[in-house]
C-alpha cells in the first residue's frame, strides 16, 4: 500500500490487488470516497464465470475465461452500486492521448484499457496479446503518465508513446482507447440489494446459458476434451495444452484457483453484511471448489514435470474438473435457493 | 527448477488470494508452484518456436515477416487487421521468394504495424 498524489493534489491510495478489472473499479469508487473492498466489487458485478472457447486462440492455445467479458464486470457494478461514469473510446489515438491530458488535468483519475504485450514496464512472463488490461492513470509527468497498476506493487512511470500504443494497438482486440472515469457516486449506495443482484446474476450465468461452452456445461466439455487430449495431439503438444488451462486458473491475475477464492471473499464478507448462516456455509463450499481447481493445476503441473507418479495423468486431470462442475453445479442451485431468502 | 526461478525473479510480483486457518481470505504474493511450472513450459515452448523459425528464415524457408510476426505473439489474421492487408496476402508473404519481392510502401505497412524499423524487418538477427 503506498499514497500517490493526483493532479489536484488529492491522496490516492494505492493497494495491491489480485485483478486488474475489479482492483481498478474499487480503486476509483474508493478515492471518491465510498470503501469498497476488490472482492465485493467482483461479486457485485457478477465477475464468476466459465467459458471455454476452443476457437479463439492466444498465441496457439485457446481461451479458458473463468470470469465475464472484460468490461462488464465494471460496467454492471457501477450500474448496481448507483455510479455516474462517464465512459468513452476513440478512432483517432491523438485525440483520446489528448483528452486523456484533459481530464488528469480537471483532477479526475482514469481507469485505461491497454494491451498488455506493449506496456513498456511489463516483464516477460506477463507479456500477452491481450486487449482487456485496465490500469489507472494518476498524472501526467514529464515525457509520460504517472500510472497505477493494481496488479502490480508500485505506481510505475510509463512513456506517452508507450501508453498510446498500449491503448490503441490496432489489431482484433483493439481496446480503441477505452477510458472511463467517475463523475459522480452515491456514497451511500444499498450494497444489499447489489449484492443480492449480482448473486442471481452470477447464477443464472453458471447454470442456465444454453450452450456447452459456457458455465457447468462447459467444465464438462473441457474435461473431456482434457481427458482426449493425450491420444489425439500427443503427449508434448497436449501437455503445452493443458499448461494454457493451467495458466488461465492461475495466473492472468485471477488471485489463484480461477476466481474461486476470490469469490469465496466475497461470500464471506456479504455473511457479514446479512449476518447469514448459509452464506458462511456456501463461503465454505466456494473455498473447497477453489481447492478442487488448485488441486487441478497440481496435477497438471506434475504431469508436465514427468514426475513420474501413477495416478498423474490426463484421466486424472480430466476428472478433477468434472469434480469441480458437480460442485460449482450443487454450489449455484444452493445459492439460487439462499439468495431468495435474503432481505434486501 | 532454475528456470522457473529466473522467469520468476524478474518484473513485478502479483498477489493472490488465500485463506488462512481460520478461514479468512487474505493477500500473499507467493506464486504458485503449479503456476511456476506451467508459465516456465509456455515461455520456454514460445523462446524455441521462435528459435526454429528463425533458423528456418536463415535457411531460406520462411520469410523474415514470419518471424518477426511470432515475436510480437500475434498470427496471420492479427497481423492481417493490424496492418491493414488481406489475411491471404499476409499469408503468401510468409513465402521468402513472395516477400523478397514486396514494394517498400508494403513493407511499411508492416513496419509500423510490428514496430519494427524497416531496415531490420528484412532479416532476421544472427545470433
Known sequence: ?344 | MDFEDEIFSDGLPKVYYKHDDQGRYVLETDAPWAEKVTCALIIAGNRANLEEIRKAVLAGQKSPLCYYMELRQMDPVMLAKAAGIATFRVKRHLRPEIFAKLKPSVLDRYSKALRIPLEELKTVPNR
Open chain 1, 1 to 344: 500500500m503506498t499514497t500517490e498524489l493526483a493532479a489536484n493534489g488529492k491522496p490516492f491510495v494505492h493497494n495491491h490487488g489480485a485483478h486488474c478489472e475489479t482492483a481498478v473499479t474499487s480503486a476509483l469508487f474508493r478515492y471518491q470516497g465510498l470503501d469498497i473492498s476488490e472482492p465485493m466489487i467482483f461479486g457485485i458485478g457478477s465477475g464468476i464465470f466459465f467459458g471455454y472457447l476452443p476457437s479463439v486462440k492466444l498465441v496457439h492455445l485457446q481461451v479458458t475465461a473463468f470470469r465475464n467479458r472484460p468490461g462488464t464486470v465494471f460496467r454492471k457494478a457501477a450500474q448496481r452500486l448507483g455510479a455516474n461514469l462517464v465512459i468513452k473510446t476513440y478512432r483517432d489515438p491523438q485525440k483520446g492521448m489528448n483528452e486523456l491530458r484533459q481530464v488528469l488535468k480537471a483532477g479526475h483519475i482514469v481507469g485505461l484499457a491497454t494491451n498488455l504485450y506493449w506496456l513498456p514496464y511489463v516483464s516477460e512472463r506477463h507479456r500477452h496479446n491481450f486487449g482487456g488490461h485496465n490500469i489507472i492513470a494518476l498524472r501526467e509527468i514529464e515525457g509520460g503518465f504517472r500510472i497505477s497498476d493494481p496488479t502490480f506493487g508500485d505506481p510505475v512511470d510509463c512513456s506517452a508513446e508507450g501508453l498510446e500504443r498500449a491503448r490503441f494497438v490496432p489489431g482484433p482486440m483493439n481496446p480503441r482507447g477505452f477510458m472511463y472515469y467517475t463523475k459522480s457516486i452515491n456514497p451511500h449506495p444499498d450494497l444489499r440489494r447489489a449484492c443480492i443482484k449480482g448473486m442471481k446474476n452470477s447464477c443464472g450465468l453458471m447454470l442456465r446459458i444454453p450452450l456447452p461452452i459456457f458455465g457447468v456445461r462447459g467444465m464438462r466439455f473441457l474435461a473431456k476434451r482434457i481427458v482426449k487430449s493425450e491420444v489425439k495431439l500427443g503427449f508434448q503438444e497436449a501437455c503445452r495444452h493443458l499448461a494454457g488451462t493451467v495458466r488461465w486458473v492461475e495466473e492472468t491475475g485471477t488471485g489463484g484457483a480461477g476466481f474461486r477464492y476470490m469469490y469465496a471473499a466475497f461470500i464471506q464478507e456479504a455473511s457479514e453484511l446479512f449476518g447469514s448462516e448459509d452464506l458462511v456455509r456456501l463461503s465454505r463450499d466456494m473455498t473447497a471448489i477453489g481447492d478442487t481447481w488448485r488441486e487441478f493445476s497440481v496435477m497438471s503441473a506434475r504431469i508436465i514435470k514427468k514426475r513420474n507418479r501413477p495416478e498423474a495423468t490426463f484421466a486424472n486431470a480430466g476428472g478433477l474438473i468434472l469434480k469441480c462442475a458437480d460442485l460449482e453445479e450443487a454450489f449455484f442451485r444452493d445459492l439460487q435457493k439462499v439468495v431468495k431468502k435474503l432481505k434486501a
